[in-house]
């Protein structure tokens, strides 16, 4: 009778400490702040920054030397594409570098003075691309523009100088090896379906960081001569403490998750192809793995500061260990290993896969193993840090108490 009884009082107690901590949560402004406006606001943010997918009329100086119907052809196949727009005519070189570095445009096409020539004589006639490198979609624009223009056109000289009777040799002919390019999992080729799936679930972990670490920063200056952990018996275990402070924060996160994954992308017409039972699946450990990774991040959290200059400098280096903006492969293993001690790093390789390539659970194995595995040694490790502040608080009202006890029995002395 008396195990049910203690089996009782720890879930009394761990749902009395989930209730209070949802109180912080709804008082505490910071906190409020990064548990629910930025998850809710930050998505929409970079969703429409994003929406366009890819970029269009990327503007473009020519520099034409050969003056000639080839080269005017050439011209005006490249400004009649989507992505580039001729916007300017340069007489010489130099003046084409100084608009790019004006920033007026983003890149040059050099025509040479022999281009006509060099074809008329049967020769190989080449245009020089010059690119702004400082963005790498600009870039891609005006580099596969004239590629595909030169490819077109000479497909079309070379059919003219074959001598072929019918239409279909001058198509053997044009492009006797010819190809179907059909984009997989990003179908539009875009970088909002490319790079938001790993921003949401980057969102999900530093949001749930740095609320925690907020909160416990507040206790921390709000106490400054008493430990976090109040002295009641509700906050005795350490159990009934990580787990209640554990339910609260799942609570609010099991909603917000659902919009971020399932809405969000919906909403502005990214790819979404995974199954939500198989995401469902999926963020549960992720989701546990990042509330018992932030509380014992917020452990180390003395002040308020803290914890944002801590999770702010590491965004950036997290988004690249994740292998979605670099390749895994190419990342050093000292590297992979400091990835593996975040969440974030397989929750995004796993969502990427579950949400872009329709991957089941069962291919995902290591991401979702990975997270079970980080749940439970998080969650030893709070266990052992929320005990560890258990003690400390024992050990000061101990001293409080002897403190009171030495001062009333001066007083009865000295009266």
Same mark, same amino acid.
């Given at each position: 009778?008396?195990?049910?009884?203690?089996?009782?009082?720890?879930?009394?107690?761990?749902?009395?400490?989930?209730?209070?901590?949802?109180?912080?949560?709804?008082?505490?402004?910071?906190?409020?702040?990064?548990?629910?406006?930025?998850?809710?606001?930050?998505?929409?943010?970079?969703?429409?920054?994003?929406?366009?997918?890819?970029?269009?009329?990327?503007?473009?100086?020519?520099?034409?030397?050969?003056?000639?119907?080839?080269?005017?052809?050439?011209?005006?196949?490249?400004?009649?594409?989507?992505?580039?727009?001729?916007?300017?005519?340069?007489?010489?070189?130099?003046?084409?570098?100084?608009?790019?570095?004006?920033?007026?445009?983003?890149?040059?096409?050099?025509?040479?003075?022999?281009?006509?020539?060099?074809?008329?004589?049967?020769?190989?006639?080449?245009?020089?691309?010059?690119?702004?490198?400082?963005?790498?979609?600009?870039?891609?624009?005006?580099?596969?523009?004239?590629?595909?223009?030169?490819?077109?056109?000479?497909?079309?000289?070379?059919?003219?100088?074959?001598?072929?009777?019918?239409?279909?040799?001058?198509?053997?002919?044009?492009?006797?090896?010819?190809?179907?390019?059909?984009?997989?999992?990003?179908?539009?080729?875009?970088?909002?379906? %490319? &790079? =938001? !799936?790993?921003? @949401?679930?980057? *969102?999900?972990?530093?949001?749930? #960081?740095?609320?925690?670490?907020?909160?416990?920063?507040?206790?921390?200056?709000?106490?400054?001569?008493?430990?976090?952990?109040?002295?009641?018996?509700?906050?005795?275990?350490?159990?009934?403490?990580?787990?209640?402070?554990?339910?609260?924060?799942?609570?609010?996160?099991?909603?917000?998750?659902?919009?971020?994954?399932?809405?969000?992308?919906?909403?502005?017409?990214?790819?979404?192809?995974?199954?939500?039972?198989?995401?469902?699946? %999926? &963020? =549960? !450990?992720?989701? @546990?793995?990042? *509330?018992?990774?932030?509380?014992? #991040?917020?452990?180390?959290?003395?002040?308020?500061?803290?914890?944002?200059?801590?999770?702010?400098?590491?965004?950036?280096?997290?988004?690249?260990?994740?292998?979605?903006?670099?390749?895994?492969?190419?990342?050093?293993?000292?590297?992979?290993?400091?990835?593996?001690?975040?969440?974030?790093?397989?929750?995004?390789?796993?969502?990427?896969?579950?949400?872009?390539?329709?991957?089941?659970?069962?291919?995902?194995?290591?991401?979702?193993?990975?997270?079970?595995?980080?749940?439970?040694?998080?969650?030893?490790?709070?266990?052992? #840090?929320?005990?560890?502040?258990?003690?400390?608080?024992?050990?000061?009202?101990?001293?409080?108490?002897?403190?009171?006890?030495?001062?009333?029995?001066?007083?009865?002395?000295?009266?």
């Amino acid at each position: 009778m008396s195990i049910f009884r203690r089996v009782k009082e720890s879930i009394e107690d761990a749902c009395y400490i989930w209730k209070e901590e949802m109180k912080l949560v709804i008082k505490d402004e910071g906190v409020l702040i990064f548990f629910i406006l930025v998850p809710l606001l930050y998505p929409l943010l970079y969703s429409w920054i994003y929406n366009n997918e890819v970029v269009r009329e990327v503007p473009v100086v020519v520099v034409d030397e050969s003056h000639s119907s080839l080269s005017r052809e050439f011209i005006r196949h490249c400004d009649a594409s989507p992505d580039v727009r001729i916007a300017y005519y340069a007489d010489d070189l130099d003046e084409a570098k100084m608009l790019v570095s004006r920033q007026v445009v983003k890149g040059v096409y050099l025509i040479p003075s022999d281009f006509d020539t060099r074809i008329n004589r049967l020769e190989q006639a080449t245009v020089g691309v010059y690119c702004d490198m400082s963005l790498m979609m600009a870039y891609k624009a005006i580099f596969q523009t004239a590629q595909s223009v030169t490819m077109d056109m000479g497909a079309k000289i070379k059919t003219k100088l074959s001598g072929l009777y019918t239409a279909r040799e001058e198509q053997i002919g044009g492009r006797p090896l010819d190809f179907d390019e059909v984009a997989i999992f990003n179908p539009t080729g875009g970088y909002g379906s %490319f &790079i =938001l !799936p790993a921003v @949401l679930m980057l *969102i999900i972990q530093q949001t749930l #960081v740095l609320g925690i670490g907020l909160a416990a920063g507040t206790a921390r200056e709000d106490n400054r001569f008493k430990n976090l952990i109040p002295v009641s018996r509700h906050y005795h275990g350490m159990f009934r403490i990580v787990a209640g402070k554990a339910m609260a924060y799942f609570m609010i996160y099991a909603v917000l998750s659902a919009y971020l994954l399932l809405i969000v992308p919906r909403m502005f017409s990214f790819t979404a192809i995974g199954q939500w039972q198989t995401l469902l699946a %999926f &963020i =549960l !450990p992720y989701l @546990l793995s990042c *509330i018992f990774f932030g509380m014992v #991040v917020s452990c180390l959290v003395r002040y308020r500061e803290n914890v944002m200059l801590l999770m702010v400098f590491v965004t950036l280096p997290l988004l690249f260990l994740s292998g979605i903006s670099w390749p895994q492969t190419s990342i050093p293993p000292f590297w992979q290993a400091i990835g593996c001690l975040f969440p974030s790093t397989f929750g995004i390789r796993g969502f990427v896969r579950i949400n872009e390539m329709g991957a089941t659970l069962s291919e995902v194995q290591t991401e979702y193993h990975m997270l079970w595995i980080q749940t439970a040694v998080y969650f030893i490790i709070a266990c052992l #840090v929320y005990r560890y502040q258990i003690h400390l608080a024992h050990e000061k009202v101990r001293e409080e108490v002897a403190e009171k006890k030495r001062k009333l029995l001066t007083n009865t002395a000295s009266t």
